[in-house]
């Protein structure tokens, strides 16, 4: 066997080193920062990877996953099915029938954990961050086909993005466990003679760590809580969405398999499926061993799993994203770039634009007054152009992953408002049977509370004509305030009134884009330079990668030694 | 008038640049380091501050507090009493009649100090710090008579050690909000091109914040949060403890005058009264524009604020405190110092030990054996010593703040455990109608959960016959996870027992001292180098100082302009 020729981790510390002070630095300096570059494209990540990796993939469809080191007693047939092709994955994943052997695992896993000092944490976790890179493609169809990302969406934000944010918080969770000293000589003059203690601070794992996944952002979404909780010494359990297992379950075999090899117990991550039919989160959630959970989903489920007592939670919700135009230089660029927001994956990125707000009175465009009615129309004009672009369309839409996100787009068409662009079926000559539809674009008055107070996921975008810029603000920051919001995006250009956007939203706690034209758009959130959900609104209550993202992880516990 | 020489907020800051700077490097640092000398005696604080300060607290005996310059509608007779002299204090303090115009005039509040900048702020809060320092008698005659404390202890717990412990919040919390820039230029390569983003970082407060008094410390306990706070930029309504509201309506009078001086709202912090028959604190906690609570005191009403939702909170309720017997070098120096621990402030302090676990075969010390219960007459002996000297006593043992304590003590002796120690009083030459109680040292068979498991604040220490030293740890660390501890004292001389206690007691967060003998004891917590509460058991869930402690004040707001 090759055991003796892998390094142990306190090499692996020393060879990841450098690569984690470059994210630290990065993190402080928030400038650009990419340790993985984005681009499927070109070589970088291997001159066949992608050919080889699709021959993987293909296998392992049908297939049982046995690529996992965890204890198991069956075969779960997971529920997966392509957006693209309507077709079941039809991939089995080991399973445990009964969570308390999960947490009894888990429970075991934290010994094992604690015995490596944060210097080998972090150099294993670095470690599998750089064995991630060797499967990107795998990991790219797997997220396509479960998803319905487009793949080079797919191979980003499952891949390098993920990647580069799971190391922001590897990074930033190193680095707040050695803001303080392991020990410390502490004297303290009595006059006469001085008092002396040896103190010492221990930064002790809080416990067993829940990662509940979602059925967009399989990796994305959970990387950072997983990498958080890992180097902070807590063990993992991550419960992926039942429609989209197969992406995450690479990433923890990779883990697991670098455990394995250093003889640590591959139970310090543990992957535990389940199906919509019978679900395990809620056991999971509620078991007492269970101390730090990591969500990513809906607002009723989150809504339970910030209200559960006992537990640190960490969750990504839904929110209402608004865009508030009063002005711009450029109208085609701007339209162009806010219709680029709303197609992108379909609108089903918890980023991504819906409540947009325009004066009835119009808007200036580089001096020019324009109507609301040829503001809107310029917007509908340009929805219209990329969802029928041939080349563009397809790959920017991609697939609808849910059957009910289709449906709530055909429901909404009938809630008698205005439509501006009805959805359309995209057509996609790659996958003929891909689950589509292009966004719909209704025109709401602000009446219709129950419409524009609330998140309608996927390509659902609300027109709404308002009495002025202050008017649009106002409504932003309320709904914002009472629903969440993840983003806003603004054009304007007067000073005075993008101080009082940016004031007035942050109050709402809700970050803010100004004026994006270009191939940069509001929905992405930067790596090492992006606060991801500000964690201050509804939307969520944590933050990618906050300091409290990862403290909350552990407790500080000093111990004092008499030296007399 | 002098208004005009009084230096603006940012010459504040440079003043006191030093002072922030020396504590930050301390908080790192974590070795001795006091800002504020400990010493009443000397000349430290001003020639004749002890005489003229005795003569301002009399004066203030029986009159209305004019000090504040907040609004009020009436003034409200406190029912703060002097444990010494059994007296009421008759102060009256101005209040508003409704939490509705408390809370109107914190919102207000939040603009006016929203317009400072973070420097701004700092140099106020440590400019108040320093002008604090100017009354640091005063506070202790006021802490003596409302808490019970001796003056040596008022004068150190409210004044020099709150004032470090202050500095230590306001310090951290500048250092928080300064660790990411607040402004960055971003500039991704895209091949051919850049994109370029302007990135603007806030970091913006939560909103009004609470802090809810204890009674028997009510500035040591409260001022960290308070000043965590209002550096953070939020709002502070300060509701002290009904019996003990002077020694903090003085810290609430230095800051508002300093900001009224430099013509900011003084309702930035406000001090809030209220009565045992109207309480308003309920009220104040479930406002839903206190975002932030700040509580010391039981865990009745500890939980309560814990479970409140859509609050972040900062709380330290009641622990269950061991000392771990094994063995030591010095038996007489452990029990001197043991019995000096419980009876510091008649065991009224949340650090205080109350369970003594020594194993039933005895312990080891410098090599010999003693018995179980010549250990325990040992402990005994040293508590009666030092209750009964005449010099010595008073002093340490203090007065008993609340008739509840006094009612416990005697309730807790007719439990049907072997009484080791009754419970006098102890004679005070300078107040000879103190309410005072010496310990009492009860036998606590194992078997009663009832004693064990519960805290009985004051006066009363059980003494807990184990198996043997692994069964005192286990049992120490079980009662902590499940009611909470702030500390444990353990005395071994074994290295492997030392470790074992380490590794047992963190998995409960709790802190442990080894061997402490002479003059220091577990009860003592040091600023800028003891985490105060670790927050990780039942005990509480915030701590004196850590990072989150601050940061949990603020949210992280990201702006992005488009430079394209």
């Known amino acids: 066997m090759f055991d003796t020729l892998i390094s142990g981790p306190a090499q692996l510390f020393e060879k990841h080193r450098d690569m984690v002070e ?60 392509s957006p693209y092709t309507l077709k079941e994955l039809e991939i089995s994943y080991p399973v445990l029938h009964d969570v308390n052997s999960i947490i009894l695992r888990a429970g075991n896993a934290l010994s094992s954990w604690k015995k490596t000092s944060l210097e080998e944490r972090t150099g294993i976790l670095a470690e599998s961050l750089e064995q991630v890179k060797s499967m990107f493609y795998e990991i790219a169809y797997s997220t396509q086909h479960t998803t319905g990302q487009s793949f080079v969406m797919s191979f980003q934000a499952s891949g390098p993005h993920a990647n580069d944010r799971a190391l922001e918080a590897l990074a930033l969770g190193y680095e707040e466990q050695k803001r303080f000293p392991t020990e410390v000589h502490w004297e303290k003059p009595m006059g006469k003679f001085n008092v002396v203690l040896s103190k ?29 909780s890992l180097v902070t010494g807590n063990p993992v359990i991550v419960k992926p969405h039942p429609t989209a297992i197969y992406p995450i379950a690479l990433v923890v075999s990779v883990i697991q398999e670098i455990l394995v090899n250093h003889n640590l117990d591959p139970h310090i991550i543990q992957l535990a499926c389940d199906t919509p039919e019978e679900p395990v989160t809620m056991q999971l959630c509620e078991h007492p061993a269970v101390k730090l959970i990591d969500f990513t989903g809906g607002n009723s489920f989150g ?7 006992g537990k640190t939670t960490f969750t990504e919700k839904a929110g209402v994203n608004s865009v508030i135009i009063d002005s711009c230089k450029d109208l085609d660029g701007m339209m162009q770039n806010l219709a680029f927001s709303v197609s992108l994956y379909s609108g089903q990125m918890c ?24 503001t809107a129309e310029a917007f509908v004009h340009a929805v219209q152009t990329l969802a029928s672009n041939e080349k563009m369309g397809p790959g920017t839409l991609g697939a609808i992953q849910s059957e009910n996100t289709s449906a709530r787009v055909k429901d909404i068409a009938s809630k008698g408002v205005k439509i501006l662009l009805n959805s359309t079926t995209v057509n996609n000559p790659e996958f003929p049977d891909a689950r589509t539809a292009s966004p719909l674009v ?123």
């Open 303 to 309: 809504n339970y799993v910030e209200s559960l007592r």
């Open 442 to 564: 209704l025109e709401v008055p602000v009446e219709r509370k129950d419409l524009i107070e609330g998140e309608y996921f996927g390509p659902i975008v609300f027109i709404i004509p308002t009495d002025s810029t202050d008017h649009s603000i106002s409504l932003a920051k309320n709904v914002a305030i009472e629903h969440g919001a993840l983003t806003c995006s603004a054009y304007t250009t007067h000073t005075e009134i993008m101080e009082k956007i940016t004031s007035e939203m942050s109050e709402a706690y809700t970050p803010v884009s100004f004026n994006l034209t270009g191939p940069i758009w509001v929905n992405q959130s930067a790596g090492f330079s992006d606060f991801h959900v500000s964690g201050g609104n509804p939307a969520g209550n944590a933050s990618f990668t906050n300091p409290e993202f990862v403290l909350k992880r552990f407790v500080w516990v000093g111990i004092r030694q008499n030296k007399a």
């Open 351 to 374: 980023t991504c634009p819906q409540n947009i707000y325009i004066p009835k009175t119009g808007i200036t465009a580089n001096g020019e007054h324009i109507s609301f009615e040829k």
């Open 200 to 228: 010492f601070y221990k930064a002790v794992p809080k416990g067993i760590s829940l990662s509940i996944g979602c059925s967009t952002f399989p990796i994305w979404n959970s990387l950072p809580g997983i990498y958080a």
């Open 22 to 81: 470059r994210a630290i630095e990065a993190i402080y300096s928030r400038e650009f920062y990419a340790q993985y570059p984005e681009s499927p494209s070109g070589k970088i990540y291997g001159e066949t990877a992608a050919e080889t990796q699709m021959g993987t993939f293909n296998s392992q469809l049908g297939a049982p996953f046995t690529r996992l080191k965890q204890d198991f007693e069956g075969w779960l047939l997971a529920r997966e099915k």
